[in-house]
């Protein structure tokens, strides 16, 4: 990682709406840290990039491959941002967690296995499911509600959440101090948690 004071965050995930995508550069686009960077990588519309294409922070990337992924973009950046509503155990954070990025992310399901909240990111309350207790710890069970119905419940009617929006402006500012210390346990967590 280049070490000029620029802050690289990351988004990879299709369907953006279902992975928190609006509220994230909602929020982005409303901090004032100019030495932060946003690569958004998903099948946005014309419409939706044209709304941020004023910021030079924010750059919108269709999908890569896995392989540009893993071997350009990936090592260049600082934290991972993926605030998905309906997440039972995303590979893209673990992929981020091997590459020592620090993550901010929603508290649900198995996601807590792999960011400890201020240790190496930050873990944002659900806008919208409430937590329940698995295993002693409090966790947003979404194994318990199928996608599709929790997709028709919710994320059909298109709603903004402006609590998780500005959890999420938080955390990009939590993460302007913290992200060299979070990148450290990332890589601590990985390899004493996860096989490579």
Excluded at 121 to 142: A, S, Y
Aim: charged share 25%.
């Amino acid at each position: 990682r280049n070490d000029n004071g620029i802050i690289n965050f990351i988004f990879v995930g299709l369907n953006s709406r279902g992975k928190g995508g609006d509220e994230l550069l909602e929020a982005f686009t409303h901090t004032k840290e100019q030495n932060i960077r946003l690569t958004f990588i998903s099948n946005l519309s014309d419409e939706k990039k044209s709304k941020y294409e004023k910021d030079s922070r924010i750059s919108i990337l269709p999908p890569q491959p896995r392989i540009k992924l893993l071997n350009e973009i990936y090592p260049k950046m600082d934290v991972m941002v993926f605030p998905s509503f309906y997440e039972s155990f995303g590979v893209v954070l673990l992929e981020a967690l091997s590459f020592g990025m620090g993550i901010i992310t929603l508290n649900t399901y198995a996601t807590p296995e792999i960011v400890k909240n201020d240790y190496n990111g930050k873990l944002l309350h659900h806008p919208i499911l409430k937590p329940t207790i698995l295993n002693g710890k409090e966790v947003i069970n979404c194994v318990d509600l199928r996608i599709q119905d929790f997709h028709d419940r919710y994320l059909k009617h298109d709603e903004f959440y402006y609590g998780m929006y500005e959890e999420l402006k938080n955390a990009i500012i939590d993460a302007t101090n913290e992200y060299k210390r979070w990148q450290e346990n990332s890589l601590e967590l990985f390899k004493n948690k996860f096989s490579p």
